[in-house]
């Protein structure tokens, strides 16, 4: 039986994420595997790749065959490098974790209200003016 470390999809049409999985050469592509060695999300910048290095060197050295995607995976990674003995790339890019929002407080922010609003409704308005001109004409009759 002929074994493969090869990428299974996961995900909605067009926000991809992959699993890295180990499985028989003849299954689906997001058949059934053997077992899941790493992630790998496309859409994320930069790219998120986890990889059980571990796994992966085992599985290479039972004899395991990469397809070309994983194994593009793998020297991103190194341990296709380590496997083959040669030496190692250069470190990923790890995305920088965001800073936290300042806190209101932390700006300077008081509580005090800053009243009722400036505008007001247009019906409103309307119906002012209408009651104001039926008093008026009210007043000039009388």
Known sequence: MA??????????????????VVADSRTRRDGRAIEEIGK?????HPSVIEVDADRVAYWLGVGAQPTEPVLAILKK????????????PAPLLVAAPKAARPSFDALGGDDA???????QKKKAEKKDEAAAESSSSESTEA
């Not at 067009?14 to 699993?19: E, G, I, K, L």
């Not at 790998?40 to 994320?44: A, D, G, L, R, V």
């Not at 296709?80 to 040669?86: A, I, L, S, V």
Request: aromatic share 12%; proline share 7%; charged share 30%.
């Open 3 to 20: 074994v493969k470390i090869k990428l299974k999809r996961l995900g909605k049409i067009r926000a991809p994420h992959y699993r890295i």
């Open 40 to 44: 790998y999300h496309p859409t994320y």
């Open 77 to 88: 990674t190194g341990d296709w490098q380590k496997f083959k003995g040669e030496p190692a």
């Open 113 to 119: 209200g800053k009243g009722e609003a400036i505008t």
